[in-house]
């Protein structure tokens, strides 16, 4: 069984910077894969990206490429994702997620979520 808890979210102008924690706590072998996500007012939620905890192997989504990093510390189990040049798109409650398995990490069907943090950019 794994918890994750989610936080650094806050409200940021465009352009801005913000890093987000989720802080894994149980199995690391449940923690293979992690990832992020977001969900906007009104909105069904979004892939952002995920890590291979192992190996620090990571995909993005398109919307994100280039200004979003994720990146994980195996000796706090902590995932991260450095947010950089944010835009009001980006405007959402992030989630992060974990899986042991490729496979249900790839469609979105992550097994253990946490409960979110929220993320504003005003124009």
């Known amino acids: 069984s794994v918890q994750l808890v989610e936080s650094g979210g806050g409200t940021v102008q465009t352009g801005g910077s913000l890093r987000l924690s989720c802080v894994a706590s149980g199995s690391t072998f449940d923690t293979r894969y992690m990832g992020w996500f977001r969900q906007a007012p009104g909105k069904e939620r979004e892939w952002v990206a995920r890590?291979?905890?192992?190996?620090?192997?990571?995909v993005y989504a398109e919307s994100v490429k280039g200004r979003f990093t994720i990146f994980h510390s195996s000796t706090k189990n902590t995932l991260y994702l450095q947010m950089n040049s944010l835009e009001p798109e980006d405007t959402g409650t992030y989630y992060c997620a974990a899986d042991a398995w490729l496979e249900r990490a790839s469609r979105a069907e992550y097994t253990y979520w946490g409960h979110g943090t929220q993320v504003t950019v005003s124009s």
């Open positions: 890590i291979y905890t192992v190996n620090g192997g990571a």
